[in-house]
């Protein structure tokens, strides 16, 4: 999808009130801190280093917004946020993060879509079903939510088979996903997925019968706490 490719830095953030107000679709991305997250934004935006990829965990301290769009246009923001369980960051910094999270995927009024990576070898933690907590009100309202199980090369297609189907009991009615940025595999399916996020379609107008004698009908007027067992 040539439309990744066209992603670039925006801004960062390190406090919810420092981002600018976005009216364009904005999907987040979040995951422990080794699930690969910034290596999957750098193989869909084809950009090596776009978000910053460290062999050390927990690097990403900052919300970090890149824009889309093709010819200077913006038409949707990718969000890389901070990792979550990395052991060797203070527990301050994991507790400032962990409300910066929780407050943006509360409260973010442009969040449009938010994908979850997971290593498939793990599955789900307890750590990213608190984070599954913290946005069920939203995606039983409409908001789009994908689990990437990322480092697929690492599992045979018999156990990716079975990955898929347990993790798809409890995505909580989330898509799910196999990804390599190795093999390059669900690159073009994910990139596809994330368009039709940012563009839905928009049902055509319905012609509104005139009634033979009288006038056109008008139309009819018509925050989640997180436990310290299972701290982000």
């Not at 991305?29 to 910053?52: D, E, H, M, P, W």
């Not at 824009?67 to 200077?72: D, E, I, P, T």
């Not at 297609?157 to 409890?170: F, N, W, Y």
């Amino acid at each position: 999808m040539g439309w990744m490719h066209t992603a670039r830095f925006l801004t960062t953030a390190a406090q919810l009130h420092h981002l600018p107000p976005i009216d364009v679709p904005e999907i987040a991305f979040v995951g422990r801190s080794n699930a690969g997250k910034s290596t999957c934004i750098n193989t869909l935006t084809q950009q090596k280093q776009l978000a910053f990829a460290s062999k050390k965990p927990g690097r990403t301290q900052h919300i970090n917004l890149f824009a889309l769009g093709k010819q200077g246009v913006t038409d949707a923001v990718l969000a890389d946020l901070p990792g979550y369980g990395y052991a060797a960051v203070s527990r301050t910094d994991k507790q400032r993060w962990q409300q910066v999270m929780v407050n943006y995927l509360i409260s973010r009024t442009s969040l449009s879509g938010i994908v979850l990576l997971c290593d498939p070898r793990l599955g789900l933690t307890e750590l990213d079903e608190a984070l599954l907590e913290v946005v069920r009100p939203r995606v039983e309202e409409g908001l789009k939510f994908l689990v990437l199980l990322t480092k697929a090369d690492k599992l045979t297609r018999s156990e990716q088979a079975k990955v898929l189907s347990i993790t798809r009991l409890q995505a909580g009615g989330g898509e799910v996903k196999m990804f390599s940025a190795l093999k390059k595999q669900g690159v073009d399916d994910v990139a596809q997925l994330l368009w039709q996020w940012a563009h839905p379609e928009r049902p055509a107008p319905q012609a509104q019968a005139e009634a033979p004698d009288g006038p056109e009908a008008g139309p009819q007027a018509g925050a989640p706490e997180i436990s310290d067992q299972n701290s982000l």
